[in-house]
């Protein structure tokens, strides 16, 4: 069955910074759109980051674009999230997520990942 195992969370001071992995398993990843997302306690999950099934193309929310970076690796079945310059309102649960073929600006995503929480306090 399809497996999204994120990595890479934890606690970081506002201002610095965090690389999330997400490693896939039991689909074919060249052939899937895939994306970031986060949730906040108390707020509903939102959409972070998508990139196309071959790295061409990738869309990012308003609130990330210039501090987070969407990549992927296809040889090694990752999908990576370079965030830099975090801000305590960056703190969430944040999921990875594949759908097959779709555009990185309109991903609803089939298949989804256990989540990894991030924190940005001092």
């Known amino acids: 069955q399809v497996q999204l195992v994120e990595s890479g969370g934890g606690l970081v001071q506002p201002g610095g910074s965090l690389r999330l992995s997400c490693l896939a398993s039991g689909l074919t990843f060249s052939w899937f759109t895939m994306g970031w997302f986060r949730q906040a306690p108390g707020k509903e999950r939102e959409f972070v980051a998508a990139?196309?099934?071959?790295?061409?193309?990738?869309y990012h929310a308003d609130s990330v674009k210039g501090r987070f970076t969407i990549s992927r690796d296809n040889a090694k079945n990752t999908v990576y999230l370079q965030m830099n310059s975090l801000k305590p309102e960056d703190t969430a649960v944040y999921y990875c997520a594949a759908r097959f073929r779709a555009r990185p600006d309109n991903i609803t995503p089939q298949f989804w990942g256990q989540g990894t929480q991030v924190t940005v306090s001092s």
């Open positions: 990139i196309s099934w071959s790295g061409d193309s990738t």
